[in-house]
């Protein structure tokens, strides 16, 4: 998870206080001194800090709340709302409009992560269906064509720039006409960095801006500023129409906090957030679903999207043998698969609510890694062990397969415990998916049968069987009956 020491310490003083058999007013204090702590040490702005501990003290009266009232997601909502509201510029984003030339110029200080962004957000739209291409208007600093050549090359997007032209404005100019003419509907254009904001950056900012007329001027921002990105994104918006920001390098600063809510303090929106170094680190920033994943609340919504980014709600041969409630091992295989094609396993668990917690400790091994080796496993095992449930494993043969795979017998077992586990919840979902049953009862059912299988531990995470049961319904909604993930491809058809 992005900030994961910010989060991984906010959800464990709300976690600590709901624990506590009585939840009081020393309890809240307690929880809320520790959130402030953390947030001061995210670089969060000492008075946004004060501000937040006192509005979450106004709202949650504890001694006014009525008898049966769940403390507990009083104050948790409490928590959330004045958490989203720190973040929330209350100003909307430009909006690009398809099928027209969107022009969207980056502009920043140099080294914060500008021409890795352009490529991100070049490859994020043209996989959303955008006619994506880049521009390279930066001459300032030798070697950034050839590195925005090599990165748009391997994220197959179309790319101008000139080893000879001295002129940034002219290349903007030129690239950005050739581009319209070849009906591009989102032209980017990566312009020069400076150390500082010195004046003739700025200078040749506005200039670049008047000659291309951008639909969006974006501020590429390093979250290790901290705090200071306020006065940073000030600066910036003085001198050029910023209509939108993108915070780099959340995965590395634990200054991020910081900075995303001193950018939100300028009213200039956050629409995305870089976090790591690969093309595919960079996601949409959008403050409720980004509080929820800090809280360890999860982002159901997220989860679906990037479900249906990936497609695996197409899998319809996958479901259709789920239905039936037949599970092999080739289809475990499989499913490991389409997880894995979901992105970082970590950033995917964050999605669903009180994982992140969950996923930080698989016995000392990373999710992903433990994928992989199951995997490895399984290719050692034959076509018919692969194909046919019914199949025994003795000693020697799980010996046989540990060694070819290079792993130990012991992993070897594991895998068929997983697998195990797994064709009984396949079992049971099959089952329930003969039944015409409507979201209620679905979401009851998958609850009870998630219950019988899963670690109560895990289980507690999810906010117990009420918890389950309200995901899978949420899921279950926005997934619009389209299947998706393992067991949750049983939703098709069950509305
Ligand atoms: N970990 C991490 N590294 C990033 C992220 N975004 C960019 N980087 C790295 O930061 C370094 C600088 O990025 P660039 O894209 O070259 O920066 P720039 O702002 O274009 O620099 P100039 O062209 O000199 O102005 C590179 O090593 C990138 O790989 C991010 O979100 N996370």
Known sequence: MVLEGLGSRISGALRKMTDSTVIDETALKEMLKEINHALLEADVNIKSVVQLRKNVTERVKLEELAAGVNKRKVIQKAVFDELCSMLDPG??????????????????????????????????????????CLVCADTFRAGAFDQ????????????FGSYTETDPVKIATDGVNRFKNEGYDLIIVDTSGRHKQEEALFAEMEQMAESVNPTDIIFVMDSAIGQA????????????????????????????????????????????????????????????????????????SGLVN????????????????????????????????????????????????????MMKNTNGVDGSVRIKRFQHIMDSMTMKEMEDPKVNFTASRKERIARGSGRHPQEVEELLIEYKR???????????????????????????????????????????????????RELAKSMDGSGGLGALGALKGLK
């Open 91 to 132: 100003t909307a984003p430009v909006t690009l409009k398809r099928g027209k030339p969107n022009v969207v110029m980056f502009v920043g200080l140099q080294g914060n992560g500008k021409t890795t962004s352009c490529v991100k957000y070049a490859y994020y739209h043209q996989r959303k269906g955008w006619k994506a």
């Open 148 to 159: 925005l050549k090599q990165n748009a090359t391997k994220a197959k997007v179309p790319f």
């Open 229 to 300: 990105a306020y006065d940073q994104a000030l600066a910036f918006r003085a001198k050029v129409k910023v209509g939108s920001v993108i915070i780099t390098k959340l995965d590395g600063h634990a200054k991020g906090g910081g900075a995303l809510s001193a950018v939100s303090a300028t009213k200039s929106p956050i629409t995305f957030i870089g976090t790591g170094e690969h093309i595919d680190e960079f996601e949409p920033f959008k403050t409720q679903a980004f509080v929820g994943r800090l809280l360890g609340l999860g982002d159901v």
């Open 306 to 357: 990037t479900i249906k980014e990936a497609g695996l709600h197409e899998n319809v041969e996958m479901y259709k043998r789920i239905t039936e409630g037949v599970f092999t091992l080739r289809d475990m295989y499989d499913q490991l698969e389409s997880i894995s094609k979901l992105g970082p396993l970590n950033k995917v668990m964050g999605m669903i609510p009180g994982m992140a917690e």
């Open 422 to 472: 797994f064709s009984k919840v396949v079992g049971k979902v099959g089952k329930m998916s003969k039944k015409n049953m409507n979201i209620d009862q679905l979401s009851r059912n998958t609850s009870q049968t998630f219950q019988q299988f899963m670690d109560p531990r895990m289980m507690a995470r999810f906010g117990g069987p009420g918890g389950m049961q309200s995901m899978v």
